[in-house]
């Protein structure tokens, strides 16, 4: 049997185990998810360390936080999507060319997981749609990304830091993933128009992005379709919105990525505001069809996750 698994702190509360465990057995694949709690970088570090003398016995972690970041320095190989978001959350145990120790391989399943639970739980179509980001960090970014690639016609990213935002995204679309595909709006920032994108592809408009703060949430919110909160409020007790409840209305979609730590502040209001009102369960499902069609991949075979039974596995603790 070979071993897979959750690097990260805290993940005590993580469903994975369960909803990768059931697809393991649907799928007929000889593996076993566990969680491996990494209390700071030097055992981060080694857990990947001691899994490379071993090849044999792992396929691969996901990573969540805070070592993401990590994970992506740690890793000689990464996706398209990985590169340019600078964040690994998925790392694979790659064959060397040199027939020594395994390499590891990055990929960054965050942005695509989320847009999955968007079009899956919210009967989303992305394409030509207006979209209100909250966040910047690594799950926002890779959020961006998927979003641009799902052919959103405008993405407004909330962020305390205007411009420092402005330039992490600006250097994130300079990159092969969103060239050509993406405009940068920089009005309220003091920072030139990212040179080489806002043209068009053949296909379809550039997505236009935008930076504000959230005193413009509000705004922006009035002629959105979706709402995407990609930062970490509500993980802890007392945590609010990043939103005024006003703002929100019938008929926009409301995903957070938070799950596992009771409703948040977003979700409630998002609810009661008769909005359409997704937590991160969903995405996380997503993140792990992905994953396991990763790894899958990696070991020469062809794998399509059992979605439906993976979410069926994540809430049977609850039943």
Not at 241 to 253: C, D, T, Y
């Amino acid at each position: 049997m070979m071993r897979t698994g959750l690097l990260g702190h805290p993940i005590g509360h993580s469903l994975s185990p369960a909803i990768h465990n059931a697809a393991y057995a649907a799928l007929g694949l000889d593996w076993e998810y566990g969680l491996y709690p990494c209390e700071d970088r030097a055992s981060f570090e080694r857990v990947l360390a001691e899994a490379q003398r071993v090849p044999d016995a792992f396929v691969g972690f996901n990573v969540t936080t805070p070592y993401k970041h990590d994970a992506h320095r740690l890793c000689a190989e990464h996706s398209s999507f990985s590169a340019a978001t600078g964040s690994t959350n998925v790392i694979r145990l790659c064959p060397s060319p040199a027939q020594g120790l395994p390499v590891l391989c990055g990929d960054d399943t965050d942005g695509r997981g989320l847009v999955a639970s968007l079009q899956r739980e919210g009967n989303v179509t992305l394409a030509g749609s207006s979209v209100v980001l909250c966040g910047t960090g690594a799950v926002a970014l890779s959020a961006l990304l998927a979003l641009v690639e799902a052919g959103t016609a405008a993405v407004s990213v909330v962020s305390r830091d205007v411009v420092q935002a402005a330039e992490r995204i600006r250097r994130l679309m300079q990159g092969d993933v969103c060239q050509g595909d993406v405009s940068l709006d920089t009005r309220d920032t003091g920072l030139d128009r990212c040179p080489g994108l806002g043209a068009d592809d053949g296909h379809r408009p550039p997505t236009a992005v935008q930076v504000v703060g959230y005193e413009e949430a509000a705004r922006c919110l009035a002629t959105a379709d979706v709402l995407v909160d990609a930062t970490t409020l509500g993980m802890h007790a007392g945590d609010g919105s990043p939103v005024p409840a006003q703002a929100l209305r019938e008929g926009l979609v409301v995903l957070d990525v938070v799950y596992g730590h009771g409703e948040t502040a977003l979700i409630g209001d998002a609810r009661r505001a008769g909005a359409v009102a997704i937590d991160g369960l969903g995405m996380l499902i997503e993140q792990a069809a992905l994953t396991i069609e990763i790894w899958a991949r990696g070991q020469g075979l062809a794998a399509c996750a059992p979605r439906s039974l993976m979410r069926q596995a994540a809430l049977a603790p609850h039943a």
